[in-house]
């Protein structure tokens, strides 16, 4: 069936690391890649995304590369702040359906 | 503008009782879907509603229903709640009912089933 394997969490970080977060997929057909971020007792903010392959979704210094061939979409962002703490989900949406098929998420924990 | 609201944001029920859970989405969107999340976990797909009509339903029991209103609000209903049932509950909108359309999330319905 239609899949997201995320990394599990918590990744722990200081301030201005590097930043990787792995997400693979199995889909039938050319789904639609997302990256959503949930912040502590808030709802899921759309945080990138890319349509199809070879495609790079960036936003807030966030960038992540739709990769057909490893059928990958890993989270990368060059140096982190402690803003940047919350949960990180991909995510996947396919045109033959409605829904979005969600990782199991992975926490982020970045120290001063 | 304003994004996509839901009420309430919080509620405590006990098993066999139901509950509705409402949503009203971003100005000019059509497409109201809703996701359970339990704790620890992704969001799950269960509705998707456009233009007052079901077009998608994720794999949950019939205790799960929903309706979207002529002004593109929506309710979740779920009755003869159980512990399960415990999680947030999510309403996102979207302009279209196109999957290449961006959903845009609500802060979430936090039920609790004791």
């Known amino acids: 069936g239609n899949s997201v394997t995320q990394m599990e969490g918590p990744v722990t970080l200081s301030e201005e690391a590097f930043l990787t977060i792995n997400c693979t997929y199995t889909?039938?057909?050319?789904?639609?890649l997302f990256w959503y971020v949930q912040y502590p007792g808030e709802g899921l903010q759309l945080l990138l995304k890319?349509?199809?392959?070879?495609d790079k979704g960036s936003n807030k210094g966030f960038e992540a590369t739709y990769r057909k061939e490893t059928t990958s979409f890993h989270l990368e962002k060059g140096s982190v702040q402690v803003s940047d703490s919350a949960v990180y989900f991909c995510?996947?949406?396919?045109?033959?359906?409605?829904?979005?098929?969600f990782g199991s998420g992975t926490r982020l924990l970045v120290r001063p | 503008d304003a994004g996509v609201t839901q009420s309430p944001t919080h509620l405590i029920k006990t098993r066999g009782q139901h509950v509705t859970l409402r949503c009203s989405p971003i100005s000019g969107h059509k497409s109201v879907s809703w996701y359970q999340q339990v704790l620890g976990q992704g969001p799950q797909f269960i509705f998707q509603?456009?233009?007052?009509?079901?077009?998608g339903r994720g794999n949950f029991p019939d205790r799960f229903s929903a309706r979207q209103f002529p002004n593109y609000s929506s309710e979740l209903n779920v009755n003869a709640l159980l512990l399960g049932d415990s999680a947030l509950y999510l309403c996102?909108?979207?302009?279209?009912?196109?999957?290449?359309?961006?959903?845009?999330f609500g802060p979430g319905t936090r039920l609790l089933v004791l």
């Open positions: 889909a039938t057909g050319y789904p639609s």
């Open positions: 890319a349509t199809k392959a070879d």
């Open positions: 995510a996947l949406s396919l045109q033959s359906s409605y829904k979005l098929i």
């Open positions: 996102a909108s979207s302009a279209a009912s196109s999957v290449q359309e961006t959903q845009y």
């Open positions: 509603y456009y233009e007052k009509e079901e077009r």
